[in-house]
């Protein structure tokens, strides 16, 4: 059997990728032997961005060519095909949709999540302050994509709100979903201590 996909979704001011790699980081043996694909880290390979530059991945993802986005989602597929092969589960990290200036789109097509159906997917959300309507509709539509998925793949959906300047609630929370949905994945009661 193919391991599954845990999908860790979040826009990027969530924190989001700094939660997700801290929790992965310290899991020790709380989790069972995983992979981890960042889907940003794909994204600066497929753009050839190379150092540490501070850029703006939406704005250079789609300025590049029309044709980029399908050059992301098989790069993607390289790297699924050899986390697949260690028959881990994986977990991956990214925003399900790319914010443009032109709107949102989804960052990973139909065909992806047909063929690397997800278990479940994690949804990590900024608590919106007041005037922050931008934001809500950007979690709005990445929630909404979401749901879509699960729709369409039988996935679970879990949300966790991350508070600004307090990401100890949102690490425990991830922390404690992620055993619990790998446990189950792997057919291993979560409660138990191991």
């Known amino acids: 059997m193919a391991p599954r996909i845990v999908f860790v979704s979040g826009i990027p001011e969530s924190g989001r990728k700094e939660i997700v790699e801290f929790v992965l980081r310290n ?10 694909v960042c889907l940003e880290d794909v994204m600066i390979k497929t753009l050839g961005i190379k150092g540490s530059e501070e850029i703006d991945l939406s704005k250079a993802f789609l300025s ?21 092969r260690s028959g881990n589960p994986i977990i991956m990290s990214g ?13 990973l097509s139909e065909r992806f999540f047909r063929k ?12 919106e302050g007041p005037g922050e309507d931008r934001l809500r509709t950007v979690q709005d539509i990445n929630r ?42 792997l057919g291993q009661n979560p409660d138990s201590s191991n």
């Open 95 to 107: 925003c399900l949709t790319l914010n443009t200036k032109e709107g949102q789109f989804p960052l």
């Open 144 to 185: 909404n994509h979401a749901s879509v998925i699960s729709s369409l793949f039988g996935c679970e959906i879990k949300t966790i709100r991350v508070e600004r300047g307090n990401y100890r609630k949102a690490i425990r929370e991830l922390s404690e979903e992620l055993k619990r949905i790998l446990g189950k994945q």
């Open 27 to 36: 899991a020790g043996k709380t989790l069972p032997e995983f992979e981890y």
């Open 116 to 127: 690397h159906k997800p278990y479940a997917i994690i949804i990590m959300e900024l608590e």
């Open 64 to 84: 590049v060519s029309p044709g980029i986005a399908k050059r992301f989602e098989k790069d993607v597929e390289k790297v699924m095909l050899a986390k697949i």
